[in-house]
């Protein structure tokens, strides 16, 4: 007859009931903390993170609507009205320790990203390109129409992905993956398990309100970005839609770096969940000439994506969602403009 074997010294948990597994997500997915924050960091208010967004929404309205600062030269100066908003509510609900406790690599993340920003909205889109360079050719078998919008491409994924980064890892000794873009070996720590299933969610009940959006005639006539490429006859060629679909996509993956990577992760340590709404004043007043719904909708889209990707510990599926979205307003619009795609 066998001994029988012995206890052991550590037996293991119970397992968790589906319900109290699921509220332990809720709490990890919904905690005021994240991995990157200081141990003295303010935990994240509510009411002061709304009444952030809210004022932000008030600075559109007031763009939109009453004209004020209206002017495309005036947009770095709608990013310090609003980033001050923003610390002021902030010194309002925890103090002025609390800002005295910002570090210099938090203020000077915020001002490097200031200049690229500035760089790039002043220098660095298609309007700059033209006029610099003058009106390219509408040679509709070459790329020459949409050079301006290649030539802002580019200049966004240096301004917004190139400089910020290698300012960050050499300056500040933060490496991509600290800053939300998984690059090289290493887990993400912190991640919270399943977010990925939330941007499916997302992607899923965002498609009928593309679908919606697509119909709307003010959509109809901003989208596709890339109709300088379709000929007077309504065609575009698959091989110059494919370049600028190339193109189209350096632009989401150097934003999402830049807004939800460089300026989210950037400023976590000191500011927690309240660097979402930092972020969001220059992503949302970046918005500043496309359709009124669209640029009040990054308020909360720009949240969303911040938040997750947060929780995520990094920026590629934002990236994916992100793009998904666009390419799919882009061949809604070619199709219901009748537009017509042929091999070339």
Not at 215 to 223: D, E, H, I, V
């Amino acid at each position: 007859m066998s001994a029988p074997e012995p206890e052991p010294a550590f037996p293991p948990p119970p397992a968790l009931a589906p319900h109290s597994r699921f509220r332990t997500w809720l709490a990890a997915v919904f905690s005021p903390r994240t991995p990157g924050m200081h141990a003295d960091t303010p935990r994240v208010d509510v009411y002061a993170f709304a009444l952030m967004l809210g004022v932000l929404a008030l600075q559109v309205v007031a763009r939109y609507k009453l004209g004020f600062l209206e002017d495309k030269h005036w947009q770095i100066v709608h990013v310090l009205i609003g980033w001050g908003a923003c610390f002021g509510i902030f010194v309002l609900f925890h103090g002025k320790a609390a800002l005295a406790r910002i570090s210099r690599a938090t203020w000077l993340t915020l001002g490097v990203g200031l200049v690229c920003l500035t760089l790039f909205w002043y220098l660095g889109r298609s309007d700059s390109y033209r006029v610099a360079f003058g009106e390219p050719p509408r040679d509709y078998d070459t790329l020459w129409p949409i050079v301006p919008f290649l030539y802002f491409a580019a200049m966004g994924t240096l301004l917004r992905l190139v400089v910020p980064f290698v300012f960050a890892r050499y300056a500040l000794h933060r490496p991509p993956r600290e800053l939300g873009l998984p690059i090289g070996r290493g887990r993400r720590h912190g991640a919270v398990p399943g977010i990925g299933w939330v941007y499916l969610v997302l992607a899923l009940g965002i498609a009928p309100v593309v679908v919606i959006a697509a119909n709307a005639p003010a959509f109809q006539m901003k989208y596709p970005l890339g109709r300088d490429l379709i000929d007077p006859d309504g065609g575009i060629a698959l091989s110059h839609l494919l370049v600028y679909q190339a193109f189209y996509f350096l632009v989401f993956l150097s934003g999402e770096s830049f807004w939800r990577g460089f300026l989210a992760f950037g400023t976590e340590k000191d500011l927690g969940l309240y660097g979402l709404a930092i972020m969001c004043v220059p992503y949302v007043t970046g918005h500043f000439g496309k359709p009124f719904s669209e640029t009040l909708g990054a308020i909360l889209a720009g949240t969303v994506l911040g938040f997750l990707a947060l929780r995520h510990r990094s920026v590629v599926l934002g990236v994916a969602l992100h793009y998904g979205v666009a390419l799919s307003m882009d061949l809604l619009s070619i199709w219901k403009n009748g537009f017509v795609i042929y091999l070339g």
